[in-house]
């Protein structure tokens, strides 16, 4: 007869444990909107696309670390953090400096934006900034080609990195729904 009881105490201490995790988490992600939505207004960025970049890279982790060197709630690299210390005229800067989640908001969001920009010929600038984010300008170099050079479907198609379509349609669909969060620029 004792079994009954130890279920439902089982079943409240998940519960309990579900809804703590999510609150903490919703709370890392609260924290992170105020860093992403200066970021996104100081570059003219949609702020649903730099969220869904951070939710993809780190999910909003100020901490977070990469296997390959990048940092922060966007996983920004050295060589992209020193390019927008530069732009920015930023002296003795450091690429842990990128740990502060204001900075690395405004550095990763500040690089996306310079990627959208390189892709004024195709049918979805967004598609072929997220992959060159994701993977390189080295490889999306080797996925333009034929349709793929404009068609943002073809490039999907042609990109021989699974993880990298993946990871672009993972950050396309996150956008889509993070879009009615913000409001519309001159609101």
Same mark, same amino acid.
């Given at each position: 007869?004792?079994?009954?009881?130890?279920?439902?105490? +089982?079943?409240?201490?998940? !519960?309990? /444990?579900?809804? #703590? *995790?999510? @609150?903490? $988490?919703?709370?890392?992600?609260?924290?992170?909107?105020?860093?992403?939505?200066?970021?996104?207004?100081?570059?003219?960025?949609?702020?649903?696309?730099?969220?869904?970049?951070?939710?993809?890279?780190?999910?909003?982790?100020?901490?977070?670390?990469?296997?390959?060197?990048? +940092?922060?709630?966007?996983? !920004?690299? /050295?060589?992209? #953090? *020193?390019? @927008?210390? $530069?732009?920015?005229?930023?002296?003795?800067?450091?690429?842990?400096?990128?740990?502060?989640?204001?900075?690395?908001?405004?550095?990763?969001?500040?690089?996306?934006?310079?990627?959208?920009?390189?892709?004024?010929?195709?049918?979805?600038?967004?598609?072929?900034?997220?992959?060159?984010?994701?993977?390189?300008?080295?490889?999306?170099?080797?996925?333009?080609?034929?349709?793929?050079?404009?068609?943002?479907?073809?490039?999907?198609?042609?990109?021989?990195?699974?993880?990298?379509?993946?990871?672009?349609?993972?950050?396309?669909?996150?956008?889509?729904?993070?879009?009615?969060?913000?409001?519309?620029?001159?609101?």
């Amino acid at each position: 007869m004792k079994s009954p009881w130890i279920w439902l105490v +089982v079943l409240w201490i998940g !519960v309990d /444990a579900w809804l #703590a *995790r999510w @609150w903490w $988490e919703r709370r890392r992600e609260q924290r992170a909107e105020v860093h992403i939505l200066g970021a996104a207004r100081r570059y003219e960025m949609d702020p649903a696309l730099v969220k869904a970049v951070v939710w993809r890279e780190s999910r909003f982790h100020e901490d977070a670390r990469g296997t390959s060197g990048e +940092v922060g709630l966007m996983q !920004v690299g /050295a060589l992209a #953090a *020193r390019e @927008w210390a $530069e732009a920015e005229k930023m002296a003795g800067f450091q690429h842990l400096d990128l740990l502060d989640p204001a900075r690395n908001a405004l550095a990763g969001t500040w690089y996306l934006a310079r990627l959208l920009r390189r892709y004024p010929q195709t049918d979805n600038p967004v598609a072929y900034a997220l992959a060159d984010y994701n993977a390189g300008r080295v490889n999306v170099l080797r996925w333009l080609k034929g349709p793929a050079a404009t068609n943002s479907t073809a490039f999907l198609e042609a990109m021989d990195f699974p993880t990298t379509r993946r990871y672009v349609e993972s950050v396309l669909e996150r956008r889509a729904e993070y879009q009615g969060m913000f409001p519309r620029p001159g609101q």
